[in-house]
């Protein structure tokens, strides 16, 4: 995980227009980058105690990289007195200092004089970045792999298990064979059944009935002149 880092630009007149212009393209640039904290504070001059820089000086966290036109060394002495929790830690543009020393923040100091361009500056604190990124690393065999659980969203496996396990409610062995019976057996006991009610139910045919209709039939041929 990286811990941001505070980037303090001082802000002493640049010794050249170019330089200036320069000054111009680091803040562009330095303002996009990923976890860091771009500040500007005017010249040591300014640093009175209670002041606005003396406070936010006071008050910085975490490692800070400080960029000035002036020598690295006279901005060491100027930041020792109001940087009281940091101390000046090595880096490839400032070989002569120490290495980062336990409990003290890191204070990483740059000559912009040393640079030619922004792009060499804004690299230069990428590289700052990457050698305070802590690393962990998880070494095969030091963790218990997780125990792997098998889980069936849909209980298919656990339907099937339970099916397996239970016993047949029908007593029949074979469904097919046993309705073919049944249904033969049902249709011979219905026929008679059938018949029967079909004799109940015709109407009886009545003798008088067919004198009468007879009769009818002869007043007609009567009256047809």
Not at 9 to 27: F, H, K, N, R, Y
Not at 189 to 212: C, F, G, V, W
Request: glycine share 6%; aromatic share 2%.
């Amino acid at each position: 995980m990286a811990v941001r880092l505070n980037v303090l630009l001082i802000q002493t007149p640049p010794p050249t227009s170019a330089a200036g212009s320069m000054i111009d393209e680091i803040v562009g640039q330095l303002i996009a980058v990923p976890g860091v904290d771009l500040m500007l504070v005017r010249s040591p001059q300014h640093w009175e105690p209670g002041s606005t820089d003396h406070l936010t000086l006071e008050n910085l966290q975490n490692d800070v990289a400080v960029l000035d036109w002036v020598p690295i060394e006279q901005s060491a002495d100027a930041l020792r007195q109001v940087c009281q929790d940091h101390a000046r830690t090595r880096h490839e543009n400032d070989v002569v200092a120490p290495p980062p020393r336990g409990g003290s923040k890191c204070l990483f100091l740059f000559d912009l004089g040393q640079f030619e361009t922004a792009v060499d500056v804004v690299d230069a604190i990428h590289r700052i970045q990457e050698s305070r990124q802590v690393r962990t690393f998880q070494l095969l065999g030091t963790t218990a792999a997780p125990q792997k659980t098998n889980v069936d969203p849909v209980g298919t496996k656990g339907g099937i298990r339970e099916n397996s396990d239970r016993r047949p409610t029908s007593p029949r062995a074979n469904p097919g064979v046993g309705e073919s019976s049944n249904n033969s057996d049902a249709a011979s006991l219905a026929d008679p059944i059938r018949a029967e009610n079909q004799r109940a139910t015709k109407p009886a045919t009545n003798p008088d009935s067919h004198q009468a209709l007879d009769r009818l039939l002869d007043e007609l041929d009567e009256l047809d002149p």
